[in-house]
Nanobody
Framework: VQLQACGGGLVQAGGSLRLSCAAS????????MGWFRQAPGKEREFVAA????????YYGDSVKGRFTISRDNAKNTVHLQMNNLKPGDTAVYYC?????????????????WGQGTQVTVSS
């Protein structure tokens, strides 16, 4: 299984970015997908997750109301729309494929990870 994330970059506070993750190697629509992030010196943090067919979405408290996760099963991609970005959102963002179709907020519930994409928000 391969996950390729893209879309990171440098943005000013209040701006927006859209991350995308392309998956290959297994039946995409059978697995939940998630986004995590890790800032320097901090633990990996749950950001958002989506169930296999998109019916359920989950968000970390720090991003609720600002970030939106979506998926396109026809294109084997998952997206993270990030609005009203804050300097505290600065981190490397990782997409991940869940082990199954439920349970998404813990890193150990995922068995495949992308390489990460850097998001930097300036004040």
């Amino acid at each position: 299984v391969q996950l390729q994330a893209c879309g990171g970059g440098l943005v000013q506070a209040g701006g927006s970015l859209r991350l995308s993750c392309a998956a290959s190697g297994r039946t995409f629509s059978s697995y939940g997908m998630g986004w995590f992030r890790q800032a320097p010196g901090k633990e990996r943090e749950f950001v958002a997750a989506i169930s296999p067919w998109g019916g359920s979405k989950y968000y970390g408290d720090s991003v609720k109301g600002r970030f939106t996760i979506s998926r396109d099963n026809a294109k084997n991609t998952v997206h993270l729309q990030m609005n009203n970005l804050k300097p505290g959102d600065t981190a490397v963002y990782y997409c991940a494929s869940a082990r199954g179709s439920s349970g998404y907020e813990l890193a150990n519930e995922y068995d495949y990870w992308g390489q990460g994409t850097q998001v930097t928000v300036s004040s």
